[in-house]
């Protein structure tokens, strides 16, 4: 079921990437690598450097030093925008859907690259389906949602710039345990349906449950890397990143 | 409600709101009197005031639409506004009447005006660009004070600029519209008010539905609302920025052109006098809501219309004074503008 990971393409690739708030280093020297089709978990404890990373790859914040490719071409340094139209989308931290406007608005937003207005409409049918909720609440105002409809919004508007690479910050924030296991399902369907996915997760277990492969940061460094199945079967892993979950 | 008065005594609280509605009944008493006894007196010197009002407020709103959308976008006060609608009024005079030569009502003149119209708006709208370009954009993440500072340094800049155009003293010329007046079943109106009313209207629907109805006005709205969202959607902030300082400029260029051509003056200070007048109606519509500018505007203009027009009043040398009266009590009363969101959003 898992891919194996030597036999796909190299996807997105960081290498030696280091990123500074001012004086303070948020993430130090790391490699890590996305192959097409995988859904790859980045996992570590809080202020690990794990949001850091992904916003840094989405081009919202500019790297110190390192270098960061998608599909072969240096992303790292190119305005956050360009860096959607190469086809990589997220859904960040704390949903940041736009409060005031309705959730059609939103999910058109997440489209708002795409010229094919059939395939707009088909994707936003698709998004509809996975999350039936939203569909009830189409026209209502985003910021009055409750914060797990909010964060189902936040991951079908990223579905709607129709990623090679959807990139989910803690989508199961907020979510109730049934709903977390909805958003996992949904996930690993996208991954189905052709998306690769990085992910990062305060639920690592579940995360560890779904990936092919993972790496493990630990205050801006990368701790550890390897198969998912692996990591989740250690017990020093358990013990550090799973317990409590 | 804040936790002070939370914590106050419940009978205090009320007796607070209950002047609070007093207030407000005897206020509106007050205006109601006083323009129901003037409209009896004399209903067609009403409604003419009221058409002079209602067409200083459509320059007004104009301005003020550069205050809210800069505001609704990167939450800065653009002071350097009202001399931005300085330089549109100067480059018109310069262009129209001195460079075309264009002086009084003749069809080729008419032709010229709508040229000059164009030419103001692209004129303003690259001006205020550029500024946001090389002032503003760099100070985008810094404390607010900084860009607030710059504004009002950009505001002296582009006032000198106009001193060395126009010169000190107000220059005066022969507009193209007429400065005389026609009467409909005895209420009069200026030519020039039609001429403004009617170019003003189309002008602020073009500009609503733009923001509303467009993919670049959502992209507007949605950089105003949150900028890495908006980035993460594809959206290029930067220009998104640029295109609101363009919308923003083009119609103080609107404005500048016809406050030219209704007072026949231009002069190198006008900017202050009107940006803050303007700046009051964004603030009384409620500053970032495009409606509420329009609706400030033309409120401000009407005010002073009665006030300064009408026979039973307190007259023209109180004009300001009224206007910021209405301010300060708004503000009292509805710290977030007639039409502002009161209510922060839940995060
Ligand atoms: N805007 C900022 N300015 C300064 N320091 C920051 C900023 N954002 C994050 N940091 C710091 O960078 C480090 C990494 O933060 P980051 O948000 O990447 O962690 P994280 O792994 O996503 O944590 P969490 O699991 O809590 O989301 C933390 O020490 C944090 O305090
Ligand atoms: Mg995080």
Redesign the interface.
């Known amino acids: 079921m898992s891919t194996e990971r030597t036999n796909s393409p190299v996807m997105l690739s960081v290498s030696d990437l280091t990123v500074a708030y001012g004086a303070i280093t948020a993430v130090q020297n790391l490699n890590l690598e996305v192959r097409q089709g995988e859904i790859v978990t980045l996992i570590g404890s809080n202020g690990a450097g794990k949001s850091t990373t992904l916003r840094t790859i989405s081009g919202l914040l500019k790297p110190k030093s390192g270098q960061i490719t998608f599909e072969g071409e240096t992303i790292s340094g190119k305005p956050g925008h360009e860096i959607v139209k190469a086809g990589l989308c997220q859904s960040p931290e704390g949903r940041r859907i736009f409060p005031r406007m309705s959730v059609d608005e939103n999910l058109e937003l997440g489209a708002f690259l795409q010229k094919d207005q059939e395939l707009i409409k088909a994707t936003r049918e698709r998004v509809l389906d996975l999350f039936p909720r939203l569909r009830e609440r189409i026209d209502q105002k985003a910021g009055t949602m409750s914060g797990g409809e909010q964060q189902m919004l936040a991951v079908g508007r990223a579905m709607m710039g129709q990623p090679k690479l959807l990139i989910l910050d803690e989508p199961s924030m907020g979510l109730a345990p049934v709903l977390v296991d909805v958003i996992f399902e949904t996930i690993e369907k996208i991954r189905e349906s052709g998306t690769t996915i990085l992910l990062v997760e305060q639920n690592a277990l579940a995360a560890l449950r779904i990936a092919d492969y993972a790496y493990v940061l630990e205050s801006g460094h990368l701790k550890l890397e390897g198969y998912a199945k692996e990591l989740a079967d250690d017990p020093a892993i358990a013990a550090a990143y799973l317990g409590g979950h | 409600m804040t936790s002070t008065t939370a914590s106050a005594p419940r009978a205090s609280v009320n007796v607070g709101k209950l002047l609070t509605r007093i207030s407000i009944v005897l206020i509106a008493a007050v205006v109601i009197y006083w323009l129901g006894r003037n409209f009896l007196d004399s209903p067609t010197q009403f409604l003419s005031v009221g058409i002079t009002g209602l067409s200083n407020g459509a320059l007004y709103a104009l301005i003020a639409l550069g205050y809210t959308l800069v505001y609704g976008i990167i939450e800065l006060i653009n002071f350097a506004h009202g001399d931005l609608f300085m330089l549109g009024a100067v480059f018109s005079y310069f262009f129209l009447t001195s460079f075309l030569g264009a002086e009084g009502a003749t069809p080729r003149n008419y032709a010229m005006l709508g040229l000059t119209l164009v030419l103001a708006m692209v004129f303003c709208a690259t001006l205020n660009v550029v500024i946001e370009r090389l002032a503003y954009r760099r100070l985008r993440d810094a404390p607010k004070l900084a860009p607030l500072i710059t504004a009002v340094g950009v505001s002296f800049v582009l006032q000198f600029i106009g001193l060395k155009w126009n010169g000190s003293a107000p220059r005066n010329f022969t507009t193209v519209l007429p400065q005389t007046s026609f009467t409909v079943a005895g209420v009069v109106v200026p030519w020039n008010a039609l001429a403004i009313i009617s170019l003003t209207i189309p002008l602020l629907l073009v500009l609503v539905t733009l923001v509303n109805k467009t993919?670049q006005g959502?992209?507007m709205?949605?950089t105003a609302?949150?900028k890495?969202?908006?980035?993460?959607?594809?959206?290029?902030?930067?220009k998104t920025i640029s295109l609101v300082f363009a919308l923003g400029g083009a119609m103080a260029g609107a404005a500048g052109l016809m406050f030219a051509q209704s007072v026949g003056t231009v002069a190198y200070n006008i900017g202050f006098q009107l940006g803050l007048i303007a700046f009051t109606s964004a603030v009384l519509g409620g500053v970032g809501n495009l409606y509420g500018a329009v609706l400030g505007g033309f409120l401000i203009g009407v005010i002073q219309g009665f006030n300064d027009g009408l026979p039973f009043g307190p007259g023209q040398k109180w004009s300001q004074t009224v206007v910021f009266t209405i301010l300060i009590l708004l503000m009292v009363y509805k710290p977030a503008g007639l039409l502002g969101k009161a209510t922060t959003?839940?995060?």
């Open positions: 993919k959502r992209a709205r949605a609302q949150d890495d969202a908006a980035r993460l959607m594809g959206i290029d902030v930067n959003e839940k995060v």
